[in-house]
């Protein structure tokens, strides 16, 4: 079984440009969230997908963060424009159904700098 | 409401030693727990949980965790350290029965050879 997928592993972009980051969920996982972890500091979650709708953003931290599940599969996440505190690390997860006995499964993270 | 300390940022044991990563966890409601390592450039690998079964869970890789209510601890435990122990370890915290979790800031594990 393929593992969650994230594209691309490292980004470096300018302050100011739009970066847009992928996330592959395991095949069948209906739930697809996204974190993030800011230089230092703690994995924060961002936002909460079921299928292709958003059941939970209020981790998201601006309006120039914008996330969509088209058709329920694969996820992407696009900061535009980035700004220097978007910099971190950014984790996709997923699992088939919610509830705690129904692990969430990482992907290893996209690293965004912005510089 | 719901937070988890992880008491120590780095934690330094010789190969073959006791590990002890701690953590304490506050929750307004029943939590459910677990336990995260990530090694270098990978991604978050779930250690083991707790969902309010057995108050002492067993994990992959020899470790293990006891649920002390009376405490507000989940502290992380292996007998003897291996040099693949090195790693980022997350104590982290839900309410038993949803998926949005809070993390707390992590404990990085080096194992002296």
């Known amino acids: 079984e393929a593992g969650v997928t994230q594209f691309p592993s490292h980004s470096v972009i300018e302050k100011g440009q739009t970066v847009t980051l992928r996330c592959d969920p395991i095949s069948g996982h209906d739930n697809l969230y996204w974190y993030r972890r800011v230089m230092g500091k703690e994995i924060k979650f961002l936002l909460h997908f079921v299928k292709e709708s958003k059941q939970d953003e209020s981790g998201m931290p601006n309006n120039r963060f914008l996330a969509e599940r088209t058709g329920g599969t694969y996820s992407t996440l696009k900061v535009q424009p980035a700004e220097l505190e978007d910099s971190g690390v950014y984790f996709c997860a997923s699992s088939q159904a919610t509830g705690s006995n129904s692990p969430l499964h990482f992907g290893n993270g996209t690293r965004l700098t912005v510089t | 409401a719901q937070s988890v300390t992880q008491l120590d940022s780095h934690v330094s044991v010789s190969e073959g030693t006791p590990v002890l990563l701690r953590c304490n966890y506050s929750?307004?409601?029943?939590?459910?727990l677990f336990w995260y390592v990530q090694h270098p450039n990978k991604g978050l690998q779930l250690l083991l949980k707790y969902t309010s079964a057995a108050t002492l869970v067993k994990g992959i890789n020899g470790f293990e965790a006891e649920f002390k209510k009376s405490e507000t601890s989940f502290h992380l435990t292996k007998p003897s350290a291996h040099m693949s122990d090195a790693a980022e370890y997350f104590c982290?915290?839900?309410?038993?029965?949803?998926?949005?979790?809070?993390f707390g800031t992590g404990t990085k594990l080096q194992v002296i050879p």
């Open positions: 982290v915290v839900s309410k038993s029965g949803y998926q949005k979790v809070t």
């Open positions: 929750s307004s409601y029943s939590p459910s």
